[in-house]
């Protein structure tokens, strides 16, 4: 049974299954055949593969796409004309004036086409070092804004503990506020009493003149 893999597909694994699916495509194989093995090779279904590369993968790289398929075309061809067992060594030993020929002009126009898939995929994958150097960047300035936000963080949880003493320092200092006032007010009170009392104390008669004065 094939493993299946819960894991986000890596740079990496888009590259393996970009590489596989091109090969078949320009080997004149089946899609199906080229998930298959990249589930082999990266230990993911087949269905997972296809699925990734119509989804995501296959837009990247519709050029490679294109000269994979050209790429078939003349395989084809070279195969109707009886050449697909030439060796390697057989075109190497072949005359100069053979490259003239409609069958050399095929196999330089291959040659041609695979070192631009090689060109194209290099730059994909600068393309991908480039972008998990940014990620990486960013990761950096994530970091740094959390240890920003966890100072900020206890700086306003010193401040609300200076600002809940000084309200009951305030509220303190207004109780003893009122209670020195109702004090006063008493003692006020108290005096203006006293005064009273003395004034009823005192009384008066009247001299053979007519005149009031003072009793003690």
């Known amino acids: 049974m094939a493993a299946i893999r819960q894991d986000a597909w890596s740079a990496d694994d888009d590259l393996i299954l970009a590489e596989i699916t091109l090969r078949h495509i320009r080997e004149g194989s089946t899609q199906l055949a080229a998930f298959e093995e990249v589930g082999q090779r990266i230990a993911r279904t087949a269905a997972a593969c296809g699925f990734r590369w119509n989804s995501c993968v296959r837009k990247r790289y519709d050029d490679a796409i294109s000269i994979s398929k050209q790429q078939r075309q003349k395989r084809n061809y070279l195969k109707k004309q009886g050449a697909v067992h030439?060796?390697?060594?057989?075109?190497?030993?072949?005359p100069a004036e053979d490259d003239a020929s409609p069958k050399g002009e095929l196999i330089g126009s291959e040659a041609l086409s695979m070192e631009a898939v090689i060109r194209y995929l290099k730059q994909w994958k600068g393309s991908v070092q480039e972008l998990s150097r940014q990620v990486r960047q960013?990761?950096?300035?994530?970091?740094?804004?959390?240890e920003q936000l966890a100072v900020l963080r206890e700086?306003?949880?010193?401040?609300?503990?200076?600002?809940?003493?000084?309200?009951?320092d305030y509220q303190v200092v207004n109780d003893d506020y009122k209670a020195l006032i109702r004090i006063m007010d008493r003692a006020r009170r108290l005096a203006i009493l006293s005064e009273e009392s003395e004034e009823e104390k005192a009384r008066f008669k009247m001299d053979a003149n007519g005149n009031l004065e003072r009793i003690e």
């Open 86 to 94: 030439l060796h390697v060594e057989e075109r190497a030993e072949a």
């Open 138 to 146: 960013l990761e950096k300035e994530l970091r740094e804004r959390d």
């Open 155 to 168: 700086n306003n949880d010193r401040l609300s503990r200076q600002a809940d003493a000084a309200q009951t």
